[in-house]
């Protein structure tokens, strides 16, 4: 059974994280979370659940307005040949969530370790970090370094990419 968020809040909270919680309607795209961002400080963050050619999985969050490649990602993440998004059932079944609800924090729910998790260099720059706690209802913002704890207290050490923001503004 996947994790709930209120298990996941109170993972965070045993292991001494510290978190903020911002509940609001749900949202499934980065524009979406536009009308509720004064309610939110720190980097806001987008998240991309990709397979590869040989089916190996990746987790890519990114700052929400990076500009991720999918033609030309493998080359940076070492993956074989170009991406694609994993289905909605691919994503259920490794990682407990549903579209429009994944999250960083959804490696809590790959035990077998079969996702790659792929961090863009600019979250972990210091300032705080949003990410669904599962579900597209609420956001949890936490410090940098609290994230890179859990992520490696789930065992998934991050590959850490430079994913590129656009200097006009523009994301892709």
């Known amino acids: 059974m996947p994790v709930t968020p209120d298990e996941l809040c109170a993972r965070l909270a045993a ?46 969050s990114a700052r929400s307005d990076a500009r991720i490649d999918l ?15 994993g289905s909605a059932e691919l994503l259920l079944e490794k990682l407990g969530v549903t579209p429009g609800s994944v999250t960083a924090f959804a490696v809590v729910n790959d035990r077998a370790g079969e996702v790659t998790m792929v961090l863009d260099a600019q979250l972990v720059t210091g300032e705080e970090v949003n990410f669904h706690p599962l579900v597209n209802t609420a956001t949890l913002r936490v410090r940098r370094d609290d994230l890179l704890a859990f992520l490696r207290g789930t065992g998934h050490e991050p590959l850490i990419v430079d994913l590129p923001v656009p200097a006009d503004g523009q994301s892709g």
């Open 71 to 85: 033609k030309r990602l493998h080359e940076r993440i070492g993956a074989s040949g170009r991406l694609s998004f």
């Open 15 to 60: 292991s001494g994280i510290a978190f903020h919680r911002t509940d609001h309607p749900a949202v499934f795209t980065v524009a979406e979370t536009a009308p509720h961002r004064d309610l939110m400080i720190g980097l806001q963050t987008k998240n991309l659940f990709l397979k590869d050619k040989k089916g190996r999985l990746f987790l890519v």
